[in-house]
Nanobody, 119 residues
Framework: QFQLVESGGGLVQPGGSLRLSCLAS???????IGWFRQAPGKEREGVSC????????NYADSVRGRFTISRDNAKNAVYLHMNNLKPEDTAVYYC?????????????WGLGTQVTVSS
């Protein structure tokens, strides 16, 4: 178990961009990191995931082509670059860690960062 802290959320106009950061304390080299989001009144959904080796990067259909996930293991950081944001991207975004692969169970979670897309 280790601590994950999200940052980078905020208010942005439609069509704008944000970069979310997920900083992890402790050893994360062997962990896949996923981004999830939850909008009011909706279930949490997976947005993107990057495997421990960065060999696998997954995206939800709703964000593919607009969002890009990357990681910097030297900084214990994973980033979610979000472009062409839409109002339906409004949600609390969480990062979570799973052992090695994106289809493993996510066992550590951050507290989330709010993203609001509105004019």
């Amino acid at each position: 178990q280790f601590q994950l802290v999200e940052s980078g959320g905020g208010l942005v106009q439609p069509g704008g961009s944000l970069r979310l950061s997920c900083l992890a304390s402790g050893l994360t080299l062997n962990y896949a990191i996923g981004w999830f989001r939850q909008a009011p009144g909706k279930e949490r959904e997976g947005v993107s995931c990057i495997s421990a080796t960065s060999g696998t990067r997954n995206y939800a259909d709703s964000v593919r082509g607009r969002f890009t996930i990357s990681r910097d293991n030297a900084k214990n950081a994973v980033y979610l670059h979000m472009n062409n944001l839409k109002p339906e991207d409004t949600a609390v975004y969480y990062c979570a860690a799973a052992l090695s692969f994106c289809d493993s169970d996510f066992t550590s979670w951050g507290l989330g960062t709010q993203v609001t897309v509105s004019s």
